[in-house]
């Protein structure tokens, strides 16, 4: 199975500052056919199930506010909230779709600091 | 309206069975892989089943022998039939829907989940 590993496991960040998160993949996710990176960002809030924030490591999925991006590929990812909102605290989970199980970090979560 | 509604957990002793459901509405059930994908009270999401348009079946290590999932599209419905529980099965169990459709995929509507506790 492919492990992914998020750092770090907890961020506190002032209100309009930027909050990174990176994941990283014990194995490439990258399929060379495509030039694609199967890798995804949820966000989850208490009491929630999660939401699809980012797919193919930086397509935003509709809807989703444009201060969240993502970037990276291979086995090396990040999810930025360029300015943080107070409604941005949650428990951010990067997931790896290259092959099953598909597999989950073991999130982060975001407060204000 | 696109949604997923899970229903059927409760709380079991050990070694007992439950069948959860998923009902789908607001969109084209059939044409979509589903999973199902728990959490455990303060932890992680952890992959359980999945199971492809065409019936196909994948189960992770932890619940294969003991799980089921099957769907039955007339009815835009998924199911987890669960068998021999143990207590580290307790967890949120959440429906998904896979937009990819791959090998495996990526979830872009889930359920809010059922609460399944396994104790005695």
Same mark, same amino acid.
Do not use: E
């Given at each position: 199975d492919i492990v992914m590993t998020q750092s770090p496991d907890s961020l506190a960040v002032s209100l309009g500052e930027r909050a990174t998160i990176n994941c990283k993949s014990s194995?490439?996710?990258?399929?060379? /056919? @495509? @030039?694609?990176?199967?890798l995804a960002w949820y966000q989850q809030k208490p009491g929630q199930p999660p939401k699809l924030l980012? *797919?193919?490591? /930086?397509t935003r999925e509709s809807g989703v506010p444009d201060r969240f991006s993502g970037s990276g590929s291979g086995t090396d990812f990040t999810l930025t909230i360029s300015s943080l909102q107070a409604e941005d605290v949650a428990v951010y989970y990067c997931q790896q779709y *290259?092959?099953?199980?598909?597999t989950f970090g073991q999130g982060t979560k975001v407060e204000i600091k | 309206e696109v949604q997923l509604v899970e229903s059927g957990g409760g709380l079991v002793q050990p070694g007992g069975s439950l069948r959860l459901s998923c009902a789908a509405s607001g969109f084209t059930f059939s044409s979509y892989d589903m999973y199902w994908v728990r959490q455990g009270t303060g932890k992680g999401l952890e992959w359980v089943s999945a199971i492809g348009t065409g019936g196909d079946t994948y189960y992770s290590d932890s619940v294969k022998g003991r799980f089921t999932i099957s769907r039955e599209n007339a009815k835009n419905s998924l199911f987890l039939q669960m068998n021999s529980?143990?207590?580290?099965?307790t967890a949120v169990y959440y429906c998904a829907r896979d937009r990819y459709g791959g090998t495996s995929g990526y979830f872009d509507l889930w359920g809010r989940g059922t609460l399944v506790t396994v104790s005695s």
């Open positions: 194995q490439s996710v990258l399929y060379s /056919s @495509n @030039n694609r990176d199967f980012i *797919y193919w490591a /930086s *290259y092959t099953i199980p598909p | 529980l143990r207590a580290g099965d």
